[in-house]
Structures are given as C-alpha cells and as structure tokens.
C-alpha cells in the first residue's frame, strides 16, 4: 500500500521559507516510473499544482510560482522535499505531496501552513 | 493563462443523476492530454477518481464515469448517493505551462 506522509512546521513567518518533507513509503521513489509532486489548497479554495520532481533530479515547477519554489529528492531516504522562499499569507494553505504517474495517483493527507507573524 | 472551467456547485437528489463539466482549450484537453478526476470529501485528501479520462481505479463504484471530447470531458454520477457529497476536481496537462492543471472544482450536494 503506497503511503505519502507530509512534515514540517505548521507556522511560517512573513518573508521566511517554507519547508516540507515528504515520507514514502510502500514504493520506491527511483522508480522511473514516477514523479513526485506538490500541490497546496488556500483555505476553502481549489487546488493549484506547485511543482513535480523526477528521481533523474529533473524538476518542473508552476510558472507563477517559479521563481520561489525548489523540490528536491533524497533517495536514501525515500523522501523529497519542497522549499518556497518568502512566504506571505496568500501562502497559507493546506500543502499536499503526490505521487504522479499520469494523473496523481496516491495522496498525502496534507499539511496546514499558515504564515503569520 | 490557461483555465480548466467547471461549474461551481451540481446538486441532485438521491437516485438521480449529475454530471460535471470540464472545459478547457487547444493547449490541453484540446491537444489531446487526457483528462483526470479526483473527488475530496469533506476534510480529506484528494483521492483519484477516475483516470485516463473513462478508466476507474479498483475500489471506485462504476456509477462514476468519465468521457472526454474536443476541448471538454464530463464525470457523471449515477444513482446519486449522500456519500458521493464532495469537491470534484478535473486534472490535465497543459502545454504552455507545461505542467499540470486543476479545475477550479465542483460541490456536489445530495438534497
């Protein structure tokens, strides 16, 4: 059964960095097969895909969000992992990790990040 | 900016059957990207409905189904149940962002 868990702190403060970690378990992230994503949902609103990365380290990020975000993998550990720099509130938002074959498969349960001071 | 439209909110009455739309353009569904669904019950994550625009993963009722034509797809519920109350969001690839899209999402109620 595959499972993806996301961590991180719950409280990020204006201009600082979010950063999250995503748990993999019951498949391996270098399986060539996959990619694995992020995706947030502001409070009471849509989702909106943040970025994907490959195992090859190949990553592809949302054009609005690009020159912010960075998803990084870490095989020996079966996690990957997203960075967004200077965070505001429009950044709060209910964070998920993803598994993407073509649609996004398995889902984290998601994370609370609120940015506040 | 690329858009993938859905209607803001579906309502049916036990039994009966609903159906969501999904517009979208030449640069995704147009283009031939196959199309996604995903129902999020309240509090919950995300969980995949309906893949490849008709295909169901194991465990999903076949009273949802998918179809996809031109620049559009569809998810129709059938036999409506007050389980099936949830966000409905089509998913696709897009060429000039070249990443994934969401629709902006459905509520279906159960009146």
């Known amino acids: 059964q595959v499972q993806l868990q996301e961590s991180g702190p719950g409280l990020v403060k204006p201009s600082e960095t979010l950063s999250l970690t995503c748990t993999v378990s019951g498949a391996s992230i270098s399986n060539m097969n996959y990619y694995w994503g992020w995706v947030r949902q502001p409070p009471g609103m849509g989702l909106e895909w943040i970025g994907n990365v490959h195992y090859s380290g190949s990553t592809y990020y949302n054009p609005s969000l690009s020159s912010r975000v960075s998803i990084s993998i870490d095989t020996s550990e079966n996690q990957f992992s997203l960075q967004l720099t200077s965070v505001t509130a429009s950044d709060t938002a209910v964070y998920y990790c993803a598994r993407r074959t073509t649609p996004f498969d398995y889902w984290g349960q998601g994370t609370l990040v609120t940015v506040s001071a | 900016q690329p858009v993938l439209t859905q209607p803001p909110s579906v309502s049916g009455a036990p039994g009966q059957r609903v159906t969501i739309s999904c517009t979208g353009s030449?640069?995704?569904?147009?283009?031939?990207?196959?199309v996604h669904w995903h129902q999020q019950l309240p509090g919950a994550a995300p969980k995949l409905l309906i893949y490849?625009?008709?295909n169901r993963p194991s465990g999903v009722p076949d009273r949802f189904s998918g179809s996809k034509s031109g620049t559009s797809a569809s998810l129709a519920i059938t036999g409506l149940q007050a389980e099936d109350e949830a966000d409905y969001y089509c998913?696709?690839?897009?060429?000039?962002?070249?990443?994934?899209?969401f629709g902006g999402g459905t509520k279906v109620t159960v009146l």
């Open positions: 490849g625009n008709n």
């Open positions: 998913q696709s690839y897009d060429s000039s962002l070249s990443g994934v899209l």
């Open positions: 030449g640069s995704n569904i147009g283009a031939g990207y196959d």
